[in-house]
Every structure is written in C-alpha cells, then in structure tokens.
C-alpha cells in the first residue's frame, strides 16, 4: 500500500510488544551456532527520528517505548528490548526508534543473513541508504508477499519470517494466507511471526489459517494484546502476534511474559 508510512507509528504500542517478541526469538534462534536467514516482508525505513514531523503528528510513541523508555529492573525480555533501543539513543535521550530492519542487523551473527522487502519508494531509498554495501543485507524492492517465494527456502535450512503489513488493502487477508500457503510448502519448518491490528467494527481473525495451512496445534501460537484504554489509537485498541513453528525453547516464555505484559503507568 503506497499510502501507508511506517513513521507515523514508529514506537507505538504494538511496535513494543511485537519487537520485544522478536528479540525473544531472534536469540532463541541463535542458541543454536547454525546461520539462520531472517526475512522482513514490510520493512520500512529501518530507523526512526522521533523528532521528524512524521512522528510527532500522532506522538503514538508517547504511549508506546515512551512509557517504558525511564523504567529499570525490568523482566529479562523487556529488559533484552529496552537495551537494544538505548543502544540507538546512547546520549541518553529518546530520538531515535529502531525498526525491525534495523533489529534484526543489530542482532545479526556473521554467519547470519538478513533479506528486506519494501514496495514504498521513499522507503526503498532509505533502506538502500542505509544498507548498500553491506555484505549480509539483501534488499528485495517489490511486494514483500510475492518476494517470500523468492527466497525462501533458506540456503542454510534455518529461517524466520516476520510478516508486519499495513491492513489496509481489502484483499490483506488473502494476499497473506497465499503467502503463507507457499512458503510452507517451501519452508514447513521456518519461523514465522505475522502481526495484524485489532480494530473496532473491523475484526482480523486468523483462527482459520492453522486449517488453511495443515498446521498441528503446537505449531501455531497467538498471542492478543489489547491496550490501556489511553493507549488506543483510534479505533485500534490492540493487536496480535501469530506465531507458525515457535521454538520450543521460548513459547513458554512468551506465555509466562504475555499473561503478565502491561503498559507501565504514568
């Protein structure tokens, strides 16, 4: 969707909770020495400055790391993602806000590869500024769904895939559960992370892909998070994270740690 801009959202929310989990399985992965590749179908501009006007139209990353941003002695997910961002900001204050393109490099092992998709041009450019000459990024500029066929399965047998669109195309529903349909055929042990939006008077439900994609129950988590009532943006008032082939290392964890989240107060 050319329309839809990352920045207007960078740090919100759902950026918290889907990012934490992220880090959680991008080190679970990573116990393991075997190079994995990591594929981000909707990429996006990779870093974020909090003080562009972009950001600071809606301020959503008010209600999102903001809240998080002072806190110490924090559960060791939290903890493992409020570090990674600080290492952005290393004067101290909140400027900038990382990306999962810029997550997943920071994160990266030298054996480890890192595939960015993006159809949005402005942010192409900004993924090519910054990632140009870099030996273990590999841009694909185009539909992030059509590319997952393209590089998948992984040279090295261990992927994950983390699926992040806008939801604002009608066909999103379809154009998803095609994309997963090949690439589990292609892939039927890679990781995949897929995020969507809980929306008043718009409900995205993907109860039925585990049937769609012949996936057993312990191959399929998700997990819902609906947001403090002064956290809502808009009519969207929480989010969910759709996990295919969860290591099982870290599912609990991320049980444990889903039924005790919560936004900090003010």
Known sequence: MLSYRHGFHAGNPADVFKHAVLIALIRALQEKPRAIQFVDTHAGPALYDLADPVAQKNREYASGIGRWWPLRDLDPLMQAYLELVRSFNPAGALERYPGSPMIFRRLLRPNDKLVLCELHPAEQKALKTRFDGDPQV??????????????????????????????????????????????????????????????????????????????????????????????????????????INCPYRVRQTLLDWHRDFSAPAR
């Open 138 to 243: 590999r841009l694909r500029l185009g539909n992030g769904y059509e590319q997952i066929g393209k590089v998948l399965p992984p040279p090295g047998g261990r992927g994950l895939v983390l699926i992040d669109p806008p939801w604002e195309l009608k066909t999103e529903m379809d154009d998803l559960t095609a994309s997963l349909e090949r690439a589990v055929r292609l892939f039927a042990h890679g990781v995949y992370l897929v995020w969507y939006p809980m929306i008043e008077g718009r409900e995205i439900s993907l109860a039925e892909l585990p049937d769609r994609l012949g996936l057993s129950p312990e191959r399929w988590l998700d997990l819902r998070l609906e947001f403090a009532p002064e956290q809502r943006l808009g009519r969207m008032y929480g989010c969910g994270l759709a996990l």
